[in-house]
């Protein structure tokens, strides 16, 4: 369970010393050679088209439907036009629901990094044994299924006998002693966001720290030897080297917590009164919860897309390093 | 662990094949043969605590004489049935027999995925209680057997009102105050648990208020949340509700009211007759302590008004065992079970005449002066997609609680409530 | 000196107040289920458990189907992640080791892929599964969660394979082994602590989902585990110990697994990380 990146600094010169091989060195079976990549990808494309592409064709399809209990019920196909996506784009709901998922994905994801980073770099200055001991413990919070991690954090934040009121309560905060955090948007957010930075640090510092662990100490020697500090040298040899790893994983985290339905539906239902719905939980409750599929189809449609422009930076930079390499 | 793989790819293997021979499933028949319907089985599905195991046992056993057929009942929770049911209804092999809501049922009529029902209603419901039978009717026809009515009751613990001092129970909704208040005060349990969402002991009071929770504006339902009846009955809601610790935003469900009164330090919560056999079952010593009595009104004369809650039976009209289901809503519906079902749980059966069954019942003699006073919400299509969380109404209710005042709080949950009553169906 | 003693402690002493933040939770839900009820909901949180109590495992367990849940799990867990190790395999081979027309592209919808929010599509699976006549079965369940895994499946064993020195490969082919053998008797040892690593995300992924299986399957004979501990939340919500004993069984297989995987595959994870 690692981080896959695009050619680091170091990176692989194997692809190149393929090409260096002239025609002429090619083996005879050359034409069979030449499909058999394809046919190495057949089964995973076979499968992607099939499990995922047809949902999406029929997702697409449905969200043209006007789709509530009787067509679901009746089989019966309904289409109007573009209307769900009308209603969907000129309400307020779904702006409101876009921006909130914005926000919410982009504050967890800089905590998540910011934070990950630092406990990465503190494994590397750890002696042997505090760092076993401290991965342990970063190895536990990441193997939590999130269904049962979900469950526990509602039990530390219950409202009785939860154990963080309570440290709350004898830390001189007594309005916290009984205090409910579902009640409110900001308290909803607060779990949902400790819980899924609990979550998520382990991965990032784990895989940076495994990242530092590759950096020639070469590479030190000769900033030491140029007169650098520990600054300088942090940040013309550390962190150039691990900068594909920081974007590889920000890709990674940006798509996981944008996609986080279960801890925030889970933690409070989007609620209270609809304030914390993310875009999933929107299109979920809009959808399925209020039986109007067809309308659920169309969020989840321009959920893609809006997942689509905030990866799309980081896709191109992949598209051009591919590009380069071959 | 290489072997334990191979036996799991082998598993699902498998599993492919036989999938893929289920298709084919020739027989679906529905004609009663030389032996009855022998070799079927009817899935029937009956919400959590709505039936005890005695009367489905009773009736399991009636049916199977009767038909030869086998009967399995699943047990179905409230939260979230109406898309699992809504889903089921849409599938080859939709349950065959399930119970419904009434205020769910008029959605589901319109939608075509309930059966007709008019030659059982001229069999068997002639005497139907016709105001029971209300929920059942869309545009003229039979989409559902009334089944049993409920209204909710105060259980109490006698014991923690024993050790506050108090030796009779309370007429009129100031002296239930009061008593409440002395339990607090002269014992440590909690007076009464009551939940922020318990929306349909709300509906109960807006009742009592004689106010409506929606109004027709044109030919269109809005909400009416703002009338200030429905103010005063959220207020009643809300000095009751501050005497409980339990949650602002959750409702009687979550977690189940009965389990935390079946605990032994809460005086009193609000709940179904049949709540008590989930408190008995999850704490056999409280049995003894357990009474009932009415939800005491404004006046000693007068009740308070209850949410008229209550069960149909209805078919899938998906489902291949018409005649075969409609052969369990005889013997479930017929006077034996249905005068069985109403002893048992109290509940008030589908017709006046199995009334008797309910004379010594604590539960039904603490539920039946309040019922006359009873009403349900709005039976029409468009209430059903009110109920689906988030339900608007709950919105409404914690909002109060938590401090809005009721007018800010309908304005709160309006446009919400308002686009659902005008959801396209 | 009073500055390098200060500079030589604060890095433990962080550590030491992370471990005990990381470590807390899973502790907590431990403990939380072997207390009796009455040390559970105490105005003071008991902080060890002093009179272990198996009563709450008793409630979670005697559920009925438990055991037809575990057996499910286990099953479509096991079945997805061996599918897409499989096919994942083939195809980072093919993407690390091979040049070839639309290789790009190829990486680039695996990506896409990867993006793809599942949980908004459960109607649309649904509707397909549905019309299928296949409800009800584990053979949708495992294949869909074959499919959750499978782009990053192929992106991370990728890196491993390109992480396998290419020499060695040259060398049995030299050696008159075809490309097959070679990579079968050179490549796939080398690659076992990648695959295992690998597989960890998958088996965490299998296990944990729920939105489809709740929809799919109806029946209490073909559902998993997560439902049951989800279902088993709503109705206890405030019995906290059996929630908790629910919550321990249910990520004891994956911590488990985790521990054992993680210390077999470190080598595999500082390698791979790096895209050799």
Not at chain 1, 165 to 175: Q, Y
Not at chain 1, 205 to 223: R, S, V
Not at chain 2, 254 to 264: H, R, S, W
Not at chain 2, 299 to 307: C, L, Q
């Amino acid at each position: 369970m690692t981080v896959q990146t695009e050619r680091p600094p170091s990176g692989p010169v194997d692809v190149t010393k393929v090409d260096q091989r002239g025609p002429g060195a090619q083996r005879p079976a050359s034409r069979a050679g030449a499909l058999a990549p394809y046919l190495l990808l057949l089964p995973a494309c076979a499968a992607t088209v099939l499990l995922l592409g047809w949902p999406l064709l029929k997702d697409l399809l449905l969200s043209f439907q006007n789709l509530n209990m009787g067509q679901l019920i009746q089989h019966v196909t309904e289409w109007n036009g573009i209307d769900n996506y009308k209603q969907a784009l000129t309400g307020e709901d779904f702006w409101r629901v876009t921006g909130r998922s914005i926000l919410f994905t982009a504050v967890n994801v800089v905590l998540t990094m910011l934070l990950g980073a630092l406990v990465g770099l503190l494994l590397a200055r750890l002696g042997k044994r505090m760092r076993v001991t401290l991965l342990i413990g970063l190895v536990l919070a990441w193997a939590m299924p999130v269904v049962a991690a979900t469950t526990v954090y509602q039990w530390l934040f219950a409202q009785r006998f939860g154990v963080v009121n309570w440290v709350l309560d004898k830390l001189g905060w007594h309005s916290m002693a009984d205090y409910s955090w579902t009640s409110s948007q900001l308290s909803t957010f607060f779990v949902v966001t400790v819980l899924i930075v609990w979550q998520s640090i382990p991965f990032v510092a784990i895989n940076l720290y495994a990242a530092t662990t590759t950096i020639p100490g070469e590479l030190y020697e000769a900033a030491a030897l140029d007169g650098a500090g520990a600054w300088k040298s942090f940040t013309t040899v550390t962190l150039p080297f691990l900068r594909p790893f920081l974007y590889a994983t920000t890709f990674l985290e940006v798509i996981w917590i944008f996609k986080a339905f279960v801890q925030v539906f889970t933690i409070n239902g989007g609620g209270p009164d609809r304030l914390t719905e993310i875009l999933p939980v929107y299109a979920y409750i809009e959808g399925v919860g209020n039986q109007h599929y067809g309308m659920g189809a169309a969020i989840a449609v321009l959920t893609i897309l809006i997942l689509l422009v905030i990866t799309a930076y980081y896709l191109r930079i992949v598209l051009k390093q591919e590009e380069d390499e071959l | 662990m290489k072997r334990k793989l191979i036996t799991a790819i082998g598993v699902a293997a498998m599993l492919v094949s036989v999938a893929a021979c289920g298709g084919d499933d020739g027989d679906s028949g529905d004609k009663a043969g030389a032996d009855g319907y022998a070799g079927q089985t009817l899935t029937v599905w009956v919400m959590d605590g709505s039936s005890p195991d005695q009367w489905q046992k009773d009736v399991q056993a009636a049916f199977e004489k009767k038909t030869k057929a086998k009967v399995k009942f699943e047990i179905q929770q409230w939260n979230g049935i109406q898309q699992k049911l809504t889903t089921a209804l849409s599938e080859e092999n939709p349950p065959d027999v399930f119970e419904i809501g009434n205020t769910q049922t008029p959605a589901y009529a319109k939608t075509g995925g309930l059966a007709d029902l008019a030659d059982l209603k001229s069999t068997i419901g002639a005497d139907w209680t016709e105001s029971l039978n209300k929920s059942s009717i869309y545009d003229g026809k039979q989409y559902a057997a009334p089944w049993y009515f409920a209204n909710r009751v105060v259980i109490y613990n006698k014991k923690v009102w024993a050790d506050a001092g108090i030796k009779d129970t309370p007429k009129t909704r100031d002296e239930f105050y009061a008593d409440l208040k002395q339990i607090g005060d002269k014992t440590k349990a909690e007076p009464i648990y009551l939940p922020g969402q318990n929306w349909y002991h709300f509906v109960g009071l807006t009742i009592g208020e004689g106010a409506e929770l929606v109004k027709k504006d044109g030919d269109k339902y809005v909400s009416n949340l703002a009338d200030p009846k429905v103010a005063a009955a959220i207020e009643t809601y809300k000095k009751f509700q501050a005497l409980s610790k339990a949650p602002k935003d959750k409702d009687e469900a979550t977690p189940q009211q009965a389990e935390v009164f079946a605990k032994g330090n809460v005086g009193a919560f609000i709940g179904m007759g049949w709540e008590a056999g989930t408190a008995i079952a999850a704490n056999k010593k409280i049995e003894s302590d357990i009474g009932y009595f009415t939800i005491p009104g404004a006046t000693a004369d007068k009740p308070e008004g209850v949410f008229l809650g209550g069960s149909n039976l209805a078919v899938a009209a998906g489902s291949k065992k018409q005649a075969l289901a409609k052969e369990f809503l005889k013997i479930a519906l017929s006077d034996k079970y249905e005068g069985e079902l109403a002893k048992l749980n109290g509940v008030i059966p589908n017709k006046e005449s199995l009334q008797s069954n309910l004379t010594g019942n604590a539960v039904a003699e603490a539920a039946a002066p309040a019922a006359a006073g009873g009403g349900t919400t709005p039976l029409i299509p468009e209430w059903a997609a009110v109920e689906n969380a988030p339900n608007p109404v709950k919105t409404y209710m914690t909002a109060v609680l938590n401090g809005k005042t009721p007018a800010e709080a309908a304005k709160q949950v309006e446009s919400e409530f308002n686009k659902r009553l005008a959801q396209q169906q | 000196m009073k500055r390098s003693l200060f500079s030589r402690i604060w890095p433990n002493a962080t550590a030491v107040v992370l471990f005990v933040g990381f470590v807390f939770p899973v502790y907590w839900m431990f403990a939380t289920a072997f207390k009796p009820t009455g040390d559970i909901i105490s105005e003071n949180p008991v902080w060890f458990p002093t009179h272990i109590t198996l009563e709450h495992f008793k409630t979670a367990t005697g559920v009925d189907h438990f055991w037809t849940y575990v057996t499910n799990s286990l099953i479509v867990t096991v079945c997805a992640v061996v599918l897409s190790l499989a096919v994942a395999l083939a195809g980072a081979f093919a993407l690390a080791r091979m040049r070839f027309k639309g290789r790009r592209g190829f990486i680039i919808g695996f990506m896409l892929a990867q993006m793809a929010p599942w949980e908004v599509m459960i109607i649309a699976m649904y509707m397909i599964v549905r019309d299928a006549s296949m409800l009800n079965s584990l053979v949708p369940l495992t294949v869909f969660y074959m499919m959750m895994i499978l782009p990053f499946t192929i992106l991370t064993l990728r890196g491993f394979v390109a992480a396998v020195p290419k020499d060695l490969e040259e060398a049995a082919m030299v050696d008159g082994c075809t490309r097959a053998q070679a990579f079968r008797k050179v490549i796939l040892p080398l690659l076992a602590p990648g695959l295992m690593s690998t597989s960890l995300f998958g088996f965490i992924t299998a296990w944990n989902e729920f939105p489809l299986v709740l929809v799919l399957n109806k029946e209490a004979e073909a559902q998993t585990l997560p439902l049951w501990l989800s279902s088993f939340q709503t109705a206890f919500g405030n019995d906290w110990g059996a929630t908790m004993a629910a919550s321990s069984l249910f990520a004891v297989p994956i911590l488990i697994l985790f521990v054992f995987l993680q210390r077999r595959a470190v080598n595999g994870l500082t390698a791979g990380a790096v895209k050799g």
